[in-house]
């Protein structure tokens, strides 16, 4: 029997059920009628940052291999499976977490639980395809070698998280791909693809019974515990500071960021405020945008927000300019932080920024599979379901002092860790 | 499926006879001044998506002016008489809405996404930018700016863009999807006010405009909103009419290849030109998509199994149908090489691979896999409120109409190992083809 244990609602189109199956697997349902289908998405905790010393790479390899062959099928006869009923089980990794996902129509529900169930407990990490996943990652490492945007975001990383697993890239080097053995693969499946730390939603054309059934088939016989290996907390270094890398393009392209605050601090909705009002949202409701696109033209994109990780949370942005006036876009950006650091933001910007905030969050809810990530994340947040209340009830919540204060807590002196790829003139 | 939708308000799309769960009965209708309304109904979240399409995009750029479809893209920001500069952005994002426009080669679509009571709102302001946007010279030149950098971010610092800039423009020598719908860096610094005037007067009018709202919206209620805000538009010309020059027969097959100092993952892609949903025979272009699909869509497909698991001379390889198009188009291949196999090696090993095909015939089970798939898609695209408002929007606005969109599935479900065949041997002819090879900076080349 699958126990219903409680049932929270965003709006009608979002009433959570929590379940726990027969044996004892929890998941978030949302049962919607409207699509034949069925979106699962889960989340084993510990990601890239549990790579191996020496190995990066190894979790998005891991990711990149779970589909690769299963149990009794090899990689052709399983991709086979998936495709004679469209059948979709993809995993990705990010930094603190390994996930996955299954779209399929609610008639192959079942078969698509036969191939998802050994996907995860049985994977076979063949040789070959270990060879062309590795081959493949390495292919995307050498595309974006010198592609502005990917080069300035792992300058930054590396020179702000210096000497942690998080300044690491996710997908690795060429040289440390090369170092991942199949040993390493089946080490870190055991050590994360367990019960242990594991976050499931389902969303779509299933009931709670069966729902329960489905998470046992799959998810029961994994181990009961991860093993991570620890990870320090870090605060973002090198901030004050700007790195230059080379690079014959007729554009700058700009990271630039600071630390901020834990997901569980009480200040963290007013800096989701703040940050918001610096550079969030898709247009002229961010000064960012304003001051850098509309009123100078020096760029064409132009943000910033905020990233929590479980050892680390930062505000970071970034623009495209180019080169001869990326002193100018860069000068703008450090102004309009340094101003809401000292005067916070404008009654109006306040309350415009809580309006968007509050009111745009729907739009995160409108298919079955953003809302399964959704639920996803909001577990990994460590919440319940009330969260999807309770969010907007923190946003609303924020007063003019809150800004004021968090404004001048998360910008302090307004110094940046920058990273800079191009040939920019007067940096 | 919702019942509700009062059979009076349009031509429904779905008929009684249809199957369980073919989704959302979607209704058509037009307005007294020609704006056609497509609304999407979609009861699972209280919000809407409000899209407005208009019949033109960049091959319809005068020629010496590109990009000048895109241009006026982001100037219909810059507000009308009616609602000042920024406005409209301000007044949506306070609702918690968003918003943005894409340019195609042959549409301009803006969008916003709301809840659903904002809808109104939304269709009152998109309605004004129809006819009464206010430009001055000094909003032109930084905007201008704005789109040079996203034009220097988006293709001049990317080879692979600037390589796909290369082999489009040398496939179509003549119809005007050879240029970048962006434009070409020359002609953008060029464009003015008056350029982006004459070019909203001459298509943004009612007639050749299509309103898709798809969301928690019902057809009647729809229809009395856009007649009290995009009704009341007068026509201000004759509906344009696109008369783009025609591709003359492709006779010389062509490579084109850029080489860069910052490549260091060469990369092969070829295009061949290809008839469209639009310009194709009955059951062609499905065709096209299901071949496309059996050489290059995922990890079983015929020239990722050949060329990638058998003879390794890929790292991935993949096709793609650009079926969507008023004129002929596009069917693209393209794939990365193995470390040490050079582009040489991996065209010709395409080309046997394809040659094999021809000979061998179309395999019956990667036929129905491949017709699966794409009858899936259609599924799971009804997940998706601005998925299906997207797809609506693009068909109508390259010469289709509802029933070719609502019909689709069944008639990929129709298509035959035959039909597949005989495109092949029509359509995979390289005196059709351009191929492109992305590789690192190389003197003897230069």
Same mark, same amino acid.
């Given at each position: 029997?699958?126990?219903?244990?409680?049932?929270?609602?965003?709006?009608?189109?979002?009433?959570?059920?929590?379940?726990?199956?027969?044996?004892?697997?929890?998941?978030?349902?949302?049962?919607?009628?409207?699509?034949?289908?069925?979106?699962?998405?889960?989340?084993?905790?510990? @990601? &890239?940052?549990?790579?191996?010393?020496?190995? +990066?790479?190894? =979790?998005?390899?891991? $990711?990149? !291999?779970? %589909? /690769?062959?299963?149990?009794?099928?090899?990689?052709?006869?399983?991709?086979?499976?998936?495709?004679?009923?469209?059948?979709?089980?993809?995993?990705?990794?990010?930094?603190?977490?390994?996930?996955?996902?299954?779209?399929?129509?609610?008639?192959?529900?079942?078969?698509?639980?036969?191939?998802?169930?050994?996907?995860?407990?049985?994977?076979?990490?063949?040789?070959?395809?270990?060879?062309?996943?590795?081959?493949?990652?390495?292919?995307?490492?050498?595309?974006?070698?010198?592609?502005?945007?990917?080069?300035?975001?792992?300058?930054?990383?590396?020179?702000?998280?210096?000497?942690?697993?998080?300044?690491?890239?996710?997908?690795?080097?060429?040289?440390?791909?090369?170092?991942?053995?199949?040993?390493?693969?089946?080490?870190?499946?055991?050590?994360?693809?367990?019960? @242990? &730390?594991?976050?499931?939603?389902?969303?779509? +054309?299933?009931? =709670?019974?069966?729902? $329960?059934? !489905?998470? %046992? /088939?799959?998810?029961?016989?994994?181990?009961?515990?991860?093993?991570?290996?620890?990870?320090?907390?870090?605060?973002?270094?090198?901030?004050?500071?700007?790195?230059?890398?080379?690079?014959?393009?007729?554009?700058?392209?700009?990271?630039?960021?600071?630390?901020?605050?834990?997901?569980?601090?009480?200040?963290?909705?007013?800096?989701?405020v703040?940050?918001h009002i610096?550079?969030g949202g898709t247009g002229l409701s961010s000064?960012?945008f304003r001051?850098?696109?509309?009123?100078?033209?020096?760029?064409?994109?132009?943000?910033?927000?905020?990233?929590?990780?479980?050892?680390?949370?930062?505000?970071?942005?970034?623009?495209?300019?180019?080169?001869?006036?990326?002193?100018?876009?860069?000068?703008?950006?450090?102004?309009?932080?340094?101003?809401?650091?000292?005067?916070?933001p404008t009654e109006d910007e306040l309350e415009k920024g809580k309006k968007y905030l509050v009111g745009s969050y729907a739009l995160?809810?409108?298919?079955?599979?953003?809302?399964?990530?959704?639920?996803?994340?909001?577990?990994?947040?460590?919440?319940?379901?009330?969260?999807?209340?309770?969010?907007n009830?923190?946003i609303e919540?924020?007063?003019?002092?809150?800004?004021?204060?968090?404004?001048?807590?998360?910008?302090?002196?307004?110094?940046?860790?920058?990273?800079?790829?191009?040939?920019?003139?007067?940096? | 499926?919702?019942?509700?939708?009062?059979?009076?308000?349009?031509?429904?799309?779905?008929?009684?006879?249809?199957?369980?769960?073919?989704?959302?009965?979607?209704?058509?209708?037009?307005?007294?001044?020609?704006?056609?309304?497509?609304?999407?109904?979609?009861?699972?979240?209280?919000?809407?998506?409000?899209?407005?399409?208009?019949?033109?995009?960049?091959?319809?750029?005068?020629?010496?002016?590109?990009?000048?479809?895109?241009?006026?893209?982001?100037?219909?920001?810059?507000?009308?008489?009616?609602h000042?500069?920024g406005e409209f952005s301000r007044v949506i994002a306070e609702l918690g809405g968003q918003e943005?426009?894409?340019?195609?080669?042959?549409?301009?679509?803006?969008?916003q996404r709301v809840a659903?009571q904002h809808l109104g709102v939304m269709?009152e302001f998109?309605?004004?930018?129809?006819?009464?946007?206010?430009?001055?010279?000094?909003?032109?030149?930084?905007?201008?700016?704005?789109?040079?950098?996203?034009?220097?971010?988006?293709?001049?610092?990317?080879?692979?863009?600037?390589?796909?800039?290369?082999?489009?423009?040398?496939?179509?020598?003549?119809?005007?999807?050879?240029?970048?719908?962006?434009?070409?860096?020359?002609?953008?610094?060029?464009?003015?006010?008056?350029?982006?005037?004459?070019?909203?007067?001459?298509?943004?009018?009612?007639?050749?405009?299509?309103?898709?709202?798809?969301?928690?919206?019902?057809?009647?209620?729809?229809?009395?909103?856009?007649?009290?805000?995009?009704?009341?538009?007068?026509?201000?010309?004759?509906?344009?009419?696109?008369?783009?020059?025609?591709?003359?027969?492709?006779?010389?097959?062509?490579?084109?290849?850029?080489?860069?100092?910052?490549?260091?993952?060469?990369?092969?892609?070829?295009?061949?030109?290809?008839?469209?949903?639009?310009?194709?025979?009955?059951?062609?272009?499905?065709?096209?998509?299901?071949?496309?699909?059996?050489?290059?869509?995922?990890?079983?497909?015929?020239?990722?199994?050949?060329?990638?698991?058998?003879?390794?001379?890929?790292?991935?390889?993949?096709?793609?149908?650009?079926?969507?198009?008023?004129?002929?188009?596009?069917?693209?291949?393209?794939?990365?090489?193995?470390?040490?196999?050079?582009?040489?090696?991996?065209?010709?090993?395409?080309?046997?691979?394809?040659?094999?095909?021809?000979?061998?015939?179309?395999?019956?089970?990667?036929?129905?896999?491949?017709?699966?798939?794409?009858?899936?898609?259609?599924?799971?695209?009804?997940?998706?409120?601005?998925?299906?408002?997207?797809?609506?929007?693009?068909?109508?606005?390259?010469?289709?109409?509802?029933?070719?969109?609502?019909?689709?599935?069944?008639?990929?479900?129709?298509?035959?190992?035959?039909?597949?065949?005989?495109?092949?041997?029509?359509?995979?002819?390289?005196?059709?083809?351009?191929?492109?090879?992305?590789?690192?900076?190389?003197?003897?080349?230069?």
């Open positions: 029997m699958s126990a219903l244990v409680s049932q929270q609602t965003v709006s009608r189109a979002v009433p959570v059920q929590q379940i726990v199956s027969p044996r004892g697997v929890a998941a978030w349902l949302v049962e919607d009628y409207a699509v034949p289908l069925v979106s699962l998405e889960f989340a084993f905790k510990g @990601g &890239a940052a549990q790579d191996p010393p020496g190995k +990066a790479g190894t =979790a998005t390899m891991l $990711a990149g !291999l779970l %589909d /690769e062959g299963a149990g009794e099928l090899d990689s052709q006869a399983f991709q086979r499976a998936l495709d004679e009923k469209a059948i979709e089980i993809s995993f990705n990794c990010d930094r603190d977490y390994l996930g996955g996902r299954m779209r399929t129509l609610v008639r192959n529900v079942d078969r698509a639980a036969q191939l998802l169930r050994p996907a995860i407990n049985a994977p076979r990490l063949d040789e070959e395809p270990i060879a062309r996943v590795r081959e493949q990652i390495s292919a995307g490492l050498r595309r974006d070698a010198n592609d502005p945007g990917s080069l300035a975001g792992r300058t930054w990383r590396a020179r702000t998280f210096a000497n942690h697993p998080y300044g690491a890239p996710a997908r690795g080097t060429l040289e440390s791909l090369a170092m991942i053995e199949r040993a390493d693969l089946t080490g870190l499946t055991r050590r994360l693809v367990t019960r @242990g &730390a594991l976050h499931i939603a389902i969303v779509g +054309a299933i009931d =709670a019974s069966r729902a $329960a059934k !489905l998470v %046992d /088939e799959i998810f029961a016989d994994l181990p009961r515990e991860s093993s991570f290996a620890a990870v320090a907390d870090i605060a973002p270094g090198g901030v004050g500071g700007i790195e230059i890398v080379d690079l014959d393009v007729p554009q700058s392209t700009i990271r630039f960021g600071r630390a901020s605050f834990r997901r569980l601090d009480p200040d963290y909705m007013s800096a989701v703040i940050t610096l550079g000064r960012l001051e850098v696109r509309e009123k100078r033209g020096l760029a064409y994109s132009v943000d910033a927000s905020l990233s929590t990780l479980d050892h680390a949370a930062f505000m970071h942005g970034g623009t495209s300019t180019k080169n001869e006036r990326a002193k100018e876009s860069l000068d703008v950006i450090k102004a309009e932080i340094l101003d809401l650091s000292n005067s916070g995160r809810f409108d298919t079955s599979a953003k809302i399964a990530g959704q639920l996803v994340h909001i577990q990994m947040d460590g919440f319940g379901p009330e969260w999807l209340i309770e969010r009830r923190q919540a924020v007063t003019m002092d809150d800004a004021k204060r968090v404004a001048r807590r998360l910008f302090g002196d307004g110094s940046l860790s920058v990273a800079v790829v191009g040939r920019p003139a007067g940096l | 499926m919702d019942s509700s939708l009062p059979q009076d308000h349009g031509r429904s799309v779905g008929s009684a006879s249809q199957a369980q769960h073919e989704g959302p009965e979607i209704v058509n209708f037009r307005l007294g001044n020609g704006l056609e309304v497509v609304v999407i109904p979609d009861h699972r979240a209280p919000v809407a998506t409000h899209m407005v399409w208009y019949r033109n995009g960049s091959a319809d750029d005068p020629p010496g002016k590109s990009g000048i479809a895109h241009f006026l893209e982001h100037l219909m920001f810059k507000g009308t008489d009616a000042p500069q943005n426009a894409f340019t195609g080669n042959d549409y301009t679509a803006y969008f659903k269709m998109e309605a004004d930018r129809m006819t009464g946007l206010a430009l001055t010279d000094d909003i032109i030149a930084p905007e201008r700016d704005v789109v040079l950098e996203e034009r220097r971010m988006h293709c001049d610092a990317d080879p692979g863009a600037l390589l796909g800039e290369a082999v489009q423009s040398a496939l179509f020598t003549h119809h005007p999807y050879g240029a970048p719908i962006i434009g070409w860096s020359h002609e953008i610094e060029g464009l003015t006010r008056a350029d982006a005037l004459a070019y909203y007067e001459r298509f943004y009018t009612p007639q050749n405009a299509i309103l898709v709202v798809a969301g928690d919206v019902e057809a009647g209620e729809v229809r009395r909103l856009a007649e009290t805000t995009y009704g009341k538009i007068k026509p201000r010309v004759e509906a344009p009419s696109r008369q783009r020059p025609k591709e003359p027969p492709p006779v010389a097959r062509r490579t084109v290849t850029v080489n860069d100092e910052k490549v260091e993952q060469p990369s092969w892609q070829r295009c061949y030109l290809a008839p469209s949903y639009h310009t194709a025979a009955p059951g062609e272009a499905e065709a096209l998509e299901v071949l496309a699909h059996i050489l290059g869509g995922g990890q079983t497909s015929l020239l990722y199994r050949v060329l990638t698991l058998e003879e390794k001379v890929a790292v991935t390889i993949g096709a793609h149908y650009m079926g969507s198009a008023l004129d002929e188009t596009r069917l693209f291949l393209y794939g990365l090489p193995t470390p040490g196999v050079s582009l040489e090696e991996l065209d010709a090993a395409v080309d046997r691979a394809l040659a094999r095909f021809l000979a061998e015939g179309v395999d019956a089970e990667a036929l129905e896999r491949a017709k699966t798939r794409l009858v899936a898609d259609a599924i799971y695209a009804q997940d998706s409120q601005a998925m299906l408002a997207r797809w609506y929007g693009a068909s109508l606005a390259t010469g289709l109409g509802m029933d070719d969109v609502r019909q689709w599935p069944a008639r990929i479900e129709a298509v035959e190992a035959a039909s597949v065949l005989a495109a092949a041997k029509k359509h995979l002819d390289r005196r059709k083809a351009v191929t492109g090879f992305l590789k690192p900076d190389d003197q003897a080349a230069a």
